[in-house]
């Protein structure tokens, strides 16, 4: 009788412990890929600030100094020249379609389509009603480089709160691609969601 009890006892034991073990097992997997989300979300995060931040100081210089676009081949070269000093820009614009160029570019595009209109493109809109006045667009690919982009916008004001237009940057994404590429391994990997799934 007590050989029973004490091999009942021992598989008692062992069962016990063979059920900390997996709850332990699992729990450390679940804590390593909590953190592995984490540092990634922490990566697209400070990717996000910095190109916020990038949009930001154009936007400023541009609300402190509207004149800078009132000539158009000017604003053209402007915009270039402070597109050329950060790679992850593909374009810069200043959209206002209140004035008779409705979207001064970097690089000089205009539309010749008459039925084109900024103030309908989704990053326009998108812009114009969200509560901050700023606004990023899904990832979507640039035909013209073959290159993922993704669309910054913010509402630019003048000193006395007149509206100066949207500005928008296109960026590429593929900084931010190769750290999710980096990602994947035999157990998962990061993707990108947008507000649409």
């Given at each position: 009788?007590?050989?029973?009890?004490?091999?009942?006892?021992?598989?008692?034991?062992?069962?016990?412990?063979?059920?900390?073990?997996?709850?332990?097992?699992?729990?450390?997997?679940?804590?390593?890929?909590?953190?592995?989300?984490?540092?990634?979300?922490?990566q697209?995060?400070?990717?996000?600030?910095?190109?916020?931040?990038?949009?930001?100081?154009?936007?400023?210089?541009?609300?402190?100094?509207?004149?800078?676009?009132?000539?158009?081949?000017?604003?053209?070269k402007?915009?270039?020249?402070?597109?050329?000093?950060?790679?992850?820009?593909?374009?810069?614009?200043?959209?206002?379609?209140?004035?008779?160029?409705?979207?001064?570019?970097?690089?000089?595009?205009?539309?010749?389509?008459p039925?084109?209109?900024?103030?309908?493109?989704?990053?326009?809109?998108?812009?114009?009603?969200?509560?901050d006045?700023?606004?990023?667009?899904?990832?979507?690919?640039?035909?013209q480089?073959?290159?993922?982009?993704?669309?910054?916008?913010?509402?630019?004001?003048?000193?006395?709160?007149?509206?100066?237009?949207?500005?928008?940057?296109?960026?590429?994404?593929?900084?931010?691609?190769?750290?999710?590429?980096?990602?994947?391994n035999?157990?998962?990997?990061?993707?990108?969601?947008?507000?649409?799934?």
């Open positions: 009788y007590s050989r029973i009890g004490l091999i009942s006892v021992l598989i008692l034991a062992m069962v016990f412990a063979f059920g900390i073990c997996l709850t332990t097992t699992i729990s450390w997997g679940d804590t390593k890929m909590n953190r592995e989300i984490d540092a990634y979300e922490h697209v995060a400070m990717w996000i600030e910095r190109q916020k931040s990038i949009l930001g100081m154009f936007a400023n210089i541009i609300s402190e100094n509207p004149k800078i676009m009132d000539d158009y081949p000017s604003a053209v402007f915009l270039d020249d402070l597109a050329k000093n950060y790679p992850e820009i593909s374009v810069c614009y200043m959209a206002n379609p209140y004035k008779e160029h409705s979207v001064i570019m970097n690089n000089g595009w205009e539309s010749t389509d039925n084109w209109h900024v103030d309908k493109r989704p990053w326009y809109i998108e812009t114009e009603q969200s509560e006045g700023f606004s990023v667009s899904s990832p979507y690919y640039d035909a480089t073959g290159l993922y982009c993704v669309t910054l916008a913010q509402m630019v004001y003048g000193e006395h709160g007149d509206f100066l237009g949207i500005f928008a940057i296109d960026f590429y994404i593929d900084k931010l691609t190769e750290v999710l590429g980096e990602s994947y035999k157990d998962g990997y990061a993707f990108f969601v947008d507000k649409n799934g």
